[in-house]
């Protein structure tokens, strides 16, 4: 199954860590940002981690960032550089193509738009 968060850059974290509440275990976040990702030093120790696991952080960012990216596969649609997304246990995207291929894969799908507002509940 897939989740399909819309954000700005400053709310990639809020945006993640609601779509990771509503994906399934080892399903799939897309994470469509406008404009390049905004991350804090502490982002830093998330970086050195040679998986998402291992990072004991008290950073409340930083750790929903983990959180979500042990449970699910994160794909980020941004400026953001290949390197720079591997370093946060993500894969960036080039274009909306790559989105539509996982679309058309996905036997579920929920798109959350400003998926930093975004809420959603399933039970």
């Given at each position: 199954?897939?989740?399909?968060?819309?954000?700005?850059?400053?709310?990639?974290?809020?945006?993640?860590?609601?779509?990771?509440?509503?994906?399934?275990?080892?399903?799939?976040?897309?994470?469509?940002?406008?404009?390049?990702?905004?991350?804090?030093?502490a982002?830093?120790?998330?970086?050195?981690?040679?998986?998402?696991?291992?990072?004991?952080?008290?950073h409340?960012?930083?750790?929903?960032?983990?959180?979500?990216?042990s449970?699910?596969?994160?794909?980020?649609?941004?400026?953001?550089?290949?390197?720079?997304?591997?370093?946060?246990?993500?894969?960036?995207?080039?274009?909306?193509?790559?989105?539509?291929?996982?679309?058309?894969?996905?036997?579920?799908?929920?798109?959350?738009?400003?998926?930093?507002?975004?809420?959603?509940?399933?039970?």
């Amino acid at each position: 199954d897939t989740v399909i968060a819309t954000t700005s850059g400053s709310s990639i974290v809020t945006a993640l860590d609601n779509a990771s509440r509503v994906v399934q275990p080892n399903g799939r976040i897309v994470l469509m940002v406008d404009g390049m990702p905004l991350f804090s030093e502490a982002f830093d120790e998330l970086r050195r981690a040679s998986d998402a696991d291992d990072v004991r952080t008290n950073h409340p960012d930083v750790k929903a960032w983990a959180r979500a990216a042990s449970h699910a596969r994160v794909a980020i649609l941004s400026d953001l550089g290949h390197a720079e997304a591997e370093e946060l246990f993500a894969s960036a995207l080039s274009g909306p193509e790559q989105v539509q291929r996982f679309l058309a894969r996905s036997a579920d799908c929920l798109i959350l738009e400003d998926g930093h507002r975004s809420l959603a509940v399933v039970e």
